[in-house]
């Protein structure tokens, strides 16, 4: 190809949170990882043929017992993470570390040299905050998760801690953000066209930052099942498993995220709200969206002021087809609210008419039934209508309006029929 002489539109990818296929390995959440030789995501070790290290495990992910790339597993880069050191000293910052497990780095090369990452603050012999870049270079099957995030200002009063639903209430033109309040399913949730979970605890009066995902741990999922929805509760900030629409026909649910671990204690749970948060409604709920017979029999007039559309009438599937045998007085059957009937074309003359009878289920003796000529008729003058409606039959009279000595009509004529519900009283 050649070298650019315009600007160029250039596809991006953020790749902070990127999800790689896991080797045959635990990956243990907030441990380091690296590409191995094999292609896969796998815990950081000191093993020739592996990448630097690409970020930390952004959750846990077993795919001990199974194939390489049976599983994937979520990696977070872009960040400086806090990991056990080996005799690091403050003359160690902002130098090249250097892997030697899956939580341990060091500032002397060990024997393969894999690079951790960059120490960028310096805590303890044994502890600091190494800056990981993320991957230089992808691998095949990595699937995309683009991190969404919102600058927010507490100012409810009260503090927020980390796994809070939350939702934004105003802007504060001073601090440049969306002051936000914790959402709940009777007042701010519903009305919410966003939610956002906190990853960490922000006290009130201050700055930080929201997204759409969070794994929150040490949680008491007991009673559920791995894949279990949770919904967004009814206590302000928090999560329930219990459906609002159980209960109460006339509730709404928004699923915020999955059971991913069941236990009393340590039960994780996986906050998704990046769909927006799924709705369930209740029965009642559909049913007040719903034209019910109670809303029609209520109701005055419906109008419409589009000049096109559907329309009013029957969809495909309402609708029959029948033809007459023998001759044009011969009765028919047709069980449908509309259809097509086509007539025998035994020779009518001018002047004169043809009866039969239409039988049909659906029509109540307070119907009324519209016809109209659809093709098929040779004279020129040839009329239908209906004479008489009873309950399950109505009588079509087809009239041959030429005058008399005038061309009889020998057409087999297509003749639209539909039935519109009606009452006398």
């Known amino acids: 190809m ?3 002489t315009a600007d160029r ?10 999800s790689y296929p896991l080797a ?3 990956a243990y959440h907030g441990g380091m990882a690296v590409i191995n030789s094999a292609g896969y995501a796998a815990p950081a070790s000191d ?7 690409i970020g930390v495990f952004d959750e846990n992910v077993d795919n001990s017992g199974g194939s ?7 990696v977070r880069s872009g960040r400086a993470f806090s990991l ?3 005799a690091l000293a403050q003359t160690d910052l902002g130098k090249t570390m250097y892997v030697v497990d899956d939580q341990t780095f060091d500032a002397d090369p060990q024997a393969a040299a894999i690079v951790a990452g960059t120490l960028v603050e310096f805590i303890s012999a044994t502890s600091g905050y190494v800056y990981i870049s993320g991957p230089e270079s992808g691998s095949g099957g990595d699937v995309f998760v683009q991190e969404i995030s919102m600058r927010v200002r507490n100012e409810t009063g009260g503090a927020f801690e980390a796994g809070d639903l939350v939702t934004a209430q105003a802007y504060d033109q001073t601090e440049d953000r969306f002051t936000v ?6 007042s701010q949730g519903l009305a919410a066209q966003e939610l956002w979970v906190m990853r960490e605890a922000l006290a009130n009066a201050t700055n930080g930052t929201a997204y759409k995902t969070y794994r929150e741990t040490a949680q008491d999922t007991s009673g559920g099942t791995e894949g279990d929805p949770v919904y967004l509760s009814a206590t302000a900030g928090d999560w329930t498993r219990t459906d609002a629409t159980d209960a109460d026909p006339n509730g709404v649910a928004r699923v915020i995220g999955y059971i991913a671990v069941v236990h009393a204690s340590t039960g994780e749970v996986e906050i998704n709200l990046q769909g927006g948060g799924i709705h369930q409604y209740g029965t009642n709920e559909i049913q007040n969206t719903a034209i019910t017979t109670a809303k029609l029999a209520a109701a005055n007039a419906y109008t419409s002021t589009s000049p096109t559309g559907a329309g009013i009438g029957y969809a495909t599937g309402a609708g029959g087809a029948v033809t007459q045998a023998t001759n044009r007085t011969t009765g028919v059957t047709l069980n449908t609210l509309t259809g097509t009937i086509t007539t025998n074309n035994a ?3 001018a002047e004169a008419s043809a009866d039969f009878i239409v039988t049909n289920s659906t029509v109540a003796i307070g119907d009324v039934v519209i016809l109209s000529i659809q093709s098929g008729e040779n004279s020129g003058g040839t009329l239908v209508g209906v004479q008489d409606v009873t309950a399950g039959t109505f009588a079509i009279r087809v009239h041959n309006g030429n005058a008399a000595s005038g061309t009889a009509e020998t057409g087999a004529i297509l003749i639209n029929f539909a039935v519109i519900k009606a009452v006398s009283a």
Do not use: E, F, M
């Open 9 to 18: 539109n250039t596809d991006q990818k953020d790749v902070t949170l990127k």
């Open 47 to 53: 093993t020739a043929g592996n990448s630097r290290v």
């Open 181 to 186: 309040v914790l959402a709940d399913r009777d």
């Open 24 to 26: 045959t390995d635990i």
């Open 2 to 4: 050649a070298v650019l």
């Open 68 to 74: 390489a790339g049976d599983k994937n597993v979520r």
């Open 84 to 86: 056990v050191g080996v």
């Open 347 to 349: 020779s009518l003359a």
